[in-house]
């Protein structure tokens, strides 16, 4: 199934702006570090935002669909000896030779909601790891902010906590923490995507929430609230 109205160059651009984003992206690192091990898949690499921040563990494996990005992972991380970028379709090719690497923890960044049968997706996710190997994933949340934006970075789903639960138990996964962060984004999510109807972010906005993340984080962890731009899930495989 093709999502209409959208440009794949669009998604390139908008990699590339997140990939100034430090804060943003450490921010999403922190938040699904407590499940990770030594031996870490990350799925959806792109071009490699987040996985920076992976690269002190014994063995960090980025995993892509499209090319571009294998590639530039390859340019940009491939001398650290501990670091493989692998071009590989989940629902399509074999998985043994990276099961063979007893991989330990799996991360996902803003890929699920790409994906139409998430549950698959998961469930193939669950196949690479070792038992009681840990997930952390970070999805789009609150299918009311689905807008232009969604369309544009083809998006198939905003997610609901009940409904992210559920579909990572179907998939085989013991959840063991759900919530919501990025409560402001939200808000600029909604602006921008379902009132302005924007496709991708001004830079602009961007850099002004760069600056702002830190005390957005603080924030947070004193009055947490039941919204925001984003769920984080941390799951694990039963042993």
Same mark, same amino acid.
């Given at each position: #199934? ?11 651009? &908008?990699? @590339?702006?997140? $990939?100034?984003?430090? !804060? ?10 407590? +499940? ?10 792109? =071009? ?14 980025? *995993?892509?669909?499209? /090319? ?7 340019? %940009?991380?491939?001398?650290?000896? !501990? ?7 989940? =629902? ?18 803003? +890929? ?13 996710? %669950? @196949?690479?790891?070792?038992?009681? $190997? ?7 949340? #609150? ?5 232009? #934006? ?7 789903? %905003?997610? $609901? ?6 579909? *990572? ?11 919501? &962060? ?5 808000? $600029? ?11 991708? &972010?001004?830079?602009?906005? #961007? ?5 702002? &993340? ?6 947070? %962890? +004193?009055?947490?609230? /039941? ?13």
């Amino acid at each position: #199934m093709e999502l209409s109205g959208v440009n794949a160059e669009e998604t390139f651009v &908008i990699q @590339e702006i997140l $990939g100034d984003a430090h !804060n943003y992206n450490r921010w999403l690192y922190d938040a699904v570090a407590p +499940v990770l091990g030594r031996r870490v898949v990350d799925v959806g690499s792109g =071009f490699g935002n987040v996985t920076k921040f992976l690269l002190d563990r014994e063995l960090v494996v980025s *995993l892509d669909v499209e /090319p571009r990005y294998v590639e530039s992972l390859r340019e %940009r991380f491939g001398s650290h000896p !501990n670091y493989e970028a692998v071009l590989c379709d989940l =629902f399509e090719d074999d998985l043994a030779p990276l099961v063979a690497r007893r991989l330990d923890s799996a991360t996902s960044f803003n +890929v699920i909601e790409h994906v139409e049968d998430d549950v698959r997706f998961l469930s193939r996710i %669950r @196949e690479l790891l070792t038992p009681g $190997g840990g997930l952390g994933i970070v999805v789009p949340a #609150m299918q009311v902010l689905y807008g232009s #934006m969604d369309r544009t970075d083809r998006h198939f789903r %905003r997610y $609901g906590k009940k409904e992210l639960r559920e579909k *990572l138990e179907r998939a085989g996964f013991v959840v063991e923490d759900l919530r919501f &962060i990025n409560r402001l984004g939200a808000f $600029g999510w909604f602006v921008n995507g379902r009132i302005l109807k924007r496709r991708i &972010i001004p830079s602009g906005q #961007m850099g002004f929430y760069e600056r702002i &993340i830190p005390w957005m984080r603080r924030l947070e %962890r +004193v009055a947490p609230l /039941p919204f925001g731009q984003s769920l984080v899930a941390l799951a694990r495989k039963p042993r």
